[in-house]
């Protein structure tokens, strides 16, 4: 077998492979306003990125390894910086009035913490969310394994939609109308900001593609026809498996704040590898990657499954269960203002409370004794779909009414409408952790509240 060191020494790519990149991550991140090119020969301004005129950058962390950012506050709103996945500290978790205050204009916050799980996870602001993530505020973040696996290349793919007009201008980035239904959708989608997504790999590699559903609305159903490989991680954690690729005809569904890790053996020179995606109309091709340079000669018998991330387990039979209702907001509640944007409207409820706005108006769904096995029964009596999210632990689905499920650890699950889906977890971290649909428009009109850890 031809280890990751030998290959790079061969190839000389190391450069031109945007997974090589150097590990160390930046100490300063500043959120600013933005431009780009989305649409070809277009200029879209009122962007809001970490760097002027491109997306969020991957950030590379490495399991059991310290990061740490000054994140500073360059636009003229408020905000904060949520790191989706982390089983961190409460007080790094990023979410306004219940971890920290909002960041003003000018306003900087130290983020610190050590990622005990490696995998693909993001990045994104709490505050102002709907409008800053609307405007291009969504990256991915990577904790690396302890121990390197041996992929040979290694890409990370941001898929998110923006609401733009014929003239690449943004138009409402939400209406009323979908913020009570399922969410308003873009108009342009994209892959790392672009339309066509172009990408290369060395032939005959193992290819560790990583996709990450970072839009506000969108639920992707993904294929790459003709690929050879397997799934190897959703949601950032590891499959004991290896599950097989999906197809046109049986899609992997990547809802909003969800993830998926593929190994892909590459094809021959010139030969290409597509990501797919079922859209309203037509297929679309979301990124290509084509194979480069002399065969590498890797075989899919190299590949086993990542090892397991140290999440607890919880014990099923002592657990404590505990049902959410996911529904219609009460008639007449008034959305609260705080410093973090609202949409004026209150449409939904977690048992029969709308959260008010992104402040912690409002008491705990739940409080839970901190090492406490539990079982969130999630009750949608909704005719729409939400990816519900978690923030601080790390859960797994155990049993729905419509369907068989899929027991990987998972910090979003896909809830369809009219289901009843279980899910459980250790309450080991501290603190409160917010918990909400991950459709933003579902999330800033009452589709959200907390749970204590005490
Ligand atoms: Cu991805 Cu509460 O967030
Ligand atoms: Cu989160
Ligand atoms: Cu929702």
């Not at 990583?210 to 959703?234: K, N, Q």
């Not at 999440?311 to 099923?316: I, K, R, S, T």
């Not at 410093?339 to 409080?367: E, H, K, M, Q």
């Not at 971290?429 to 933003?440: K, M, S, T």
């Amino acid at each position: 077998m031809i280890t990751r060191r030998h290959a790079l020494t061969v190839m000389g790519a190391a450069a031109l492979t945007p997974g090589f990149a150097a590990l160390a991550s930046p100490s300063t991140i500043r959120i600013q306003p933005a431009q780009a090119e989305l649409m070809p020969g277009k200029i879209t301004r009122g962007m809001v990125s970490t760097r002027p005129d491109a997306p969020p950058p991957v950030l590379r962390l490495r399991q059991g390894r310290t990061f740490t950012a000054r994140v500073e506050n360059a636009t003229p709103d408020y905000t904060t910086m949520h790191w989706h996945g982390m089983r961190l500290p409460n007080g790094m978790d990023g979410v306004p009035y219940l971890t920290q205050f909002p960041m003003a204009e000018g306003d900087a916050f130290d983020y610190a913490f050590t990622p005990p799980d490696a995998g693909t996870y993001w990045y994104h602001p709490h505050c102002m969310t709907m409008d800053q993530m609307a405007r291009g505020l969504t990256g991915i973040l990577i904790v690396e394994e302890a121990e390197d696996p041996g992929f040979d290349a290694d890409i990370a793919i941001n898929l998110r939609d923006f609401r733009l007009g014929g003239d690449g201008r943004f138009i409402d980035l939400w209406t009323a109308r979908g913020a009570a239904r399922a969410g308003t959708f873009g108009t342009v989608m994209t892959a790392n900001w672009q339309t066509d997504l172009a990408e290369t790999a060395p032939s005959g590699s193992l290819l560790r593609l990583r996709v990450a559903a970072t839009d506000t609305t969108r639920i992707y159903r993904l294929y790459l026809p003709g690929a050879r490989g397997a799934v190897i991680a959703l949601d950032g954690h590891p499959l004991p498996d290896l599950q097989p690729l999906p197809t046109e005809e049986a899609p992997l569904f990547l809802a909003p704040g969800q993830r998926a890790d593929f190994a892909l053996l590459m094809p021959d020179e010139g030969e290409t590898l597509d990501l797919m995606t079922h859209a309203p109309g037509a297929p679309r091709r979301l990124a290509r990657v084509t194979a480069n340079g002399d065969r590498m000669g890797r075989s899919l018998d190299a590949l086993k499954p990542l090892p397991p991330n140290p999440v607890p387990e919880p014990d099923l039979a002592q657990a404590r269960t505990e049902e959410l209702v996911f529904g219609w907001s009460p008639e007449g509640t008034a959305p609260n203002n705080g410093f973090c944007g609202t949409l004026g409207y209150t449409f939904w409820s977690i048992n029969r409370t709308p959260w008010p706005g992104d402040a912690s108006g409002a008491g705990p769904l739940v409080t839970l004794d901190r090492g406490q096995s539990t079982i969130l029964r999630l009750r949608n009596e909704s005719p729409n779909d939400h990816p519900i999210h978690l923030h601080g632990l790390a859960f797994r689905v155990i049993a729905s009414n419509r369907r068989p499920v899929s027991p990987h650890w998972t910090d979003t699950a896909l809830l369809l409408e009219k289901e009843v889906l279980d899910i459980a977890f250790v309450a080991d971290n501290p603190g409160d952790w917010a918990f909400h649909c991950h459709v933003i428009e579902h999330q800033k009109t009452g589709l959200a509240g907390y749970i204590r850890i005490t």
